[in-house]
C-alpha cells in the first residue's frame, strides 16, 4: 500500500461508497483517515483531538481505523511522516540539480517555501502540532532533522564550500526551520515565498560568508 | 514546575507533581498561582531572567563588544549545561505550550546585544538577522536535546558564539570569536 500525499492533500471521497476491491477500499480508509487526522488537529489541537473526531472527519468506522493504527498518535505520526517525504522528493531533485551550490540552495530554498505555502493547515500540522504530542516529538523531530541535514550534506557536491564551522549544516537547517516556524505560527504561511532572499542570505552566510550570500540574495530578489 | 517538565513534558505534569515537587501545599500554590499555565508561564520568565543576569555579569565594560558577547554566550551555555532540565524545557516543552514563547526571549536579548555594538547611541547596523540567530541557536539545542546529548551541550560553543556574534559583528568577527571559544572549550572544560 503506497500513500500518495497529493490523496493526503485533497482527498474528498464520497462516504460510503461499496463495491470497491478490498485494497482500494483500505487504501482509500487510510488515507481519508490521514487527512482526517491533519485537519482535526489544526481544528483543535492535538491533545483535544479525539480518534471520534478524526472517523467523523474522515466517514471511517472505529474497526477500520483500529486496523489501521495503533491509536490517535500512530496515525499523527504516519501522517507526519508522508508529508516530510513529499517535502523531500519535492525538494531532492532541484536541490541535486547541476549548477553552482550557491545558486542549487536558493532554487531549493524557493521550493521549500512554496511547498509550506501550498498548504497552510499541511504546514501548521507539520511545525507546530508535532510539539505537542509529548515525548514522540523528540524521536520524530530527531529523525525528520537527521533526514534534511543529510539531503543538505548529500548536495553540497565537489564545489560545495567547506564551512570552518563544524555545525555549519546545523545552522542552515535551523534557519529554515526557525523562520517558517514562526510565519506558520502566526498564519502567514501563505505570504512564506516572500521571504526567499532573505532566507537565502541567512542560510548561505556562515558556508561562503556574507559577500557571496549577498550576491545570491540580490538574484533572489531579482526572481 | 521546571524539574517535573523536564522529566514527564507539560502535558503530563499535574499540580500535585508540583506541589510535591516544590515540598508546599495544595493552598499554597493557588495562592500564588491561577493554574499550572500561571505557574509554568512565571518560571520561564524567571528562567529567562537568570540567563540574562548571568549573560550580564560575564563581561565588563571593558571588552571588545566580540569579545563581551562571546563571554555572554558562554556564560549562558554552561549555564543551560549546568541545569540541563532547564535547557530541554525552555527549548522544548516551552514551544510547545506556547509557540510564541521565543518571542519573550528575543525581546530579553536582542537589546542587549545590540547595546554592546552600539556606540554614541547610534543603532549597529545588522550583517545578518539576529531574530532568525535566535531560532537558530534554538533549534541548535532542541536537536541536542532530540539525540540524547543534552549532557554534552558545551559542544555546541563554537556555534552559539558564532551566532551571538554574527548579526552584529558580522561573519568573519563571528568565526574568530567562534575559534576562541572552541578552544576554551577543548582545554578540557568537559570530557568529549
Known amino acids: 500500500m503506497t500513500d500518495n500525499p497529493e490523496d493526503l492533500r485533497q482527498w474528498r471521497l464520497p462516504r460510503g461508497r461499496h463495491g470497491l476491491p478490498r485494497e482500494l477500499v483500505e487504501r482509500s480508509q487510510r488515507e481519508r483517515l490521514l487527512a482526517a487526522v491533519v485537519r ?22 472505529r474497526e477500520s481505523f483500529y486496523e489501521l493504527f495503533d491509536d490517535k498518535l500512530d496515525c499523527m505520526l504516519a501522517a507526519h511522516k508522508i508529508l516530510a517525504d513529499d517535502l523531500e522528493a519535492r525538494v531532492r531533485p532541484t536541490y541535486l540539480e547541476e549548477g553552482p551550490w550557491p545558486e542549487r540552495v536558493r532554487r531549493s530554498l524557493g521550493a521549500t517555501l512554496e511547498w509550506f505555502a501550498a498548504d497552510p493547515e499541511a504546514a501548521r500540522f507539520f511545525l507546530v ?34 564551512p570552518e564551522l563544524t555545525r555549519a549544516t546545523d545552522l542552515s537547517v535551523g534557519a529554515i526551520m526557525a523562520r517558517i516556524y514562526e510565519e506558520v505560527v502566526l498564519g502567514r504561511a501563505t505570504e512564506l515565498p516572500r521571504l526567499l ?22 538574484r533572489a530578489a531579482a526572481g | 514546575m521546571v524539574e517535573s517538565c523536564a522529566e514527564k513534558t507539560y502535558a ?34 524567571y528562567c529567562i531572567g537568570e540567563l ?40 522544548g516543552d516551552a514551544m510547545a505550550v506556547d509557540p510564541q514563547v521565543i518571542e519573550r526571549y528575543r525581546r530579553a536579548t536582542i537589546p542587549a546585544l545590540e547595546a554592546l ?17 535566535f531560532g537558530q541557536a534554538q533549534v541548535l539545542i532542541l536537536n541536542q536535546i532530540a539525540t540524547g546529548r543534552l549532557d554534552r551541550l558545551l559542544e555546541l560553543l563554537p556555534e552559539v558564539v558564532y551566532l551571538t556574534v554574527s548579526p552584529y559583528g558580522g561573519h568573519e568577527e563571528a568565526l574568530r570569536q567562534a575559534r576562541l571559544a572552541g578552544k576554551s572549550e577543548s582545554r578540557g572544560a568537559v570530557p568529549r
Request: proline letters at 5%; charged letters at 25%; aromatic letters at 8%.
Open chain 1, 129 to 162: 502540532e508535532l510539539s505537542t504530542v509529548g515525548p514522540a516529538f523528540r524521536a520524530t523531530f530527531k529523525a525528520e532533522y537527521a533526514r534534511f541535514t543529510k539531503l543538505l550534506d548529500d548536495g553540497l557536491g565537489e564545489d560545495g564550500p567547506n
Open chain 2, 117 to 133: 555594538w552600539s556606540e554614541n547611541a547610534g543603532k549597529p547596523a545588522a550583517h545578518t538577522d539576529p531574530r532568525l540567530a
Open chain 1, 40 to 61: 482535526a488537529t489544526v481544528a483543535n489541537g492535538y491533545e483535544s483531538t479525539t480518534v471520534a473526531d478524526i472517523l467523523g472527519e474522515a466517514g471511517v468506522g
Open chain 2, 12 to 45: 503530563a505534569t499535574t499540580i500535585t507533581d508540583i506541589v510535591a515537587g516544590a515540598r508546599i501545599s495544595r493552598t499554597t500554590f493557588y495562592k500564588h498561582f491561577e493554574d499550572k499555565r500561571a505557574c509554568f508561564d512565571a518560571a520561564i520568565g
Open chain 1, 197 to 218: 532572499p532573505e532566507l537565502t542570505y541567512g542560510f548561505l552566510v556562515p558556508f561562503v560568508g556574507e559577500e557571496v550570500a549577498r550576491g545570491e540574495r540580490e
Open chain 2, 52 to 91: 540574562q543576569a548571568v549573560a550580564a555579569t560575564a563581561h565588563s565594560p571593558a571588552d571588545q563588544p566580540g569579545d563581551a558577547a562571546r563571554k555572554a554566550a558562554t556564560a549562558v551555555v554552561e549555564a543551560l549545561a549546568a541545569k540541563p532540565g532547564l535547557a530541554q524545557v525552555l527549548t
